[in-house]
């Protein structure tokens, strides 16, 4: 076994404590054991990134996993902290981090350098890359409350509530959550299409190039801003929200993730 590999089994080992949270049952709150359980989740994937970057964004797969699982673990504990039930999220979230964990190590081989721009300044593309990376934390964590906002919703509508559907927030408290948070993913998604402009401009004078990425994210943006547009104006929630979320977090995850798989992965 490798180190690289023995690394990245250790960071995912440090995210199964935090799923098997829900298995305390009654027991479960925001604790002690919750926070310190918490921490482990997100220490493992934090200090392995920090590790494998060095100083230096390579941007292959498995990194950027890692560090978007470091950045939602690292905002998720924010929203545990200032809301009274963000923390009962956790069912949902510590499983698809364990997900995107097992997809990070299996191709932790895969390097990539990123697809920086060697003309631009390396300030503005470090910007860039702090944006992108949280924009698609923020959208993960609002992706994960509509999710929940669907389960609960439909749980009610056929009066078969769960032992999941006990443990999530209610509906109210998971749509409010997910708006939020949408609200200030737009704002940063908007900045990060700003950024990226500018690095595109940099290295090929062009201001917008629509390529995979590019449509994808624009995509996104525009389906974000339609469900807040119809929030504020009709009110808007329940499943056509919850499936415009996710329909967008879809997109981002394309754009994200997709396009550095098919580029490191399949094509090289």
């Known amino acids: ?22 298995l305390r049952g009654e027991k479960s709150s925001r604790d002690w054991v919750f926070w310190m359980v918490l921490a482990l989740a997100w220490a493992g994937p934090f200090l392995w990134a920090g590790y494998s970057m060095s100083g230096v964004w ?14 939602s673990l690292s905002l998720f504990a924010v929203i545990a902290g200032i809301t009274r039930d963000g923390w009962r999220l956790t069912p949902l979230l510590s499983p698809y981090m364990i997900i995107m964990g097992i997809i ?62 006990h443990m999530l927030p209610s509906v109210t408290d998971c749509e409010a959550l997910s708006v939020r948070l949408l609200m200030w993913g737009e704002i940063v998604l908007g ?18 190039v629509f390529d995979h990425k590019t449509v994808l994210s624009i995509g996104a943006f525009a389906i ?23 329909l967008a977090y879809l997109l981002l995850t394309l754009g994200y993730v997709g396009v550095k798989l098919v580029t490191d992965v399949l094509m090289s």
């Open 1 to 22: 076994m490798t180190q690289g590999l023995l690394f990245n089994l250790l960071a995912l080992s440090c995210l199964i404590p935090a799923a098997a949270l829900p």
């Open 58 to 71: 390579k941007g292959g797969v498995s990194l950027t996993l890692w560090v978007t699982i470091a950045v």
């Open 104 to 165: 990070a190590t299996a191709f932790w081989s895969q390097g990539g350098d990123g697809g920086l721009a060697p003309s631009a300044p390396s300030g503005w593309v470090g910007v860039h890359i702090v944006v992108s990376v949280a924009t698609y934390g923020l959208v993960t964590v609002a992706a994960v409350a509509a999710l929940a906002a669907f389960i609960q919703e439909r749980a009610l509508k056929l009066k078969r509530p769960t032992m999941l559907t």
């Open 191 to 208: 900045a990060g299409l700003i950024t990226g402009m500018g690095t595109q401009f940099m290295e090929t004078g062009a201001v917008l």
């Open 224 to 246: 974000i801003g339609t469900l807040l547009l119809a929030h504020h104006k009709t009110g808007m929630r329940g499943k056509k929200a919850a499936r415009l979320a996710l």
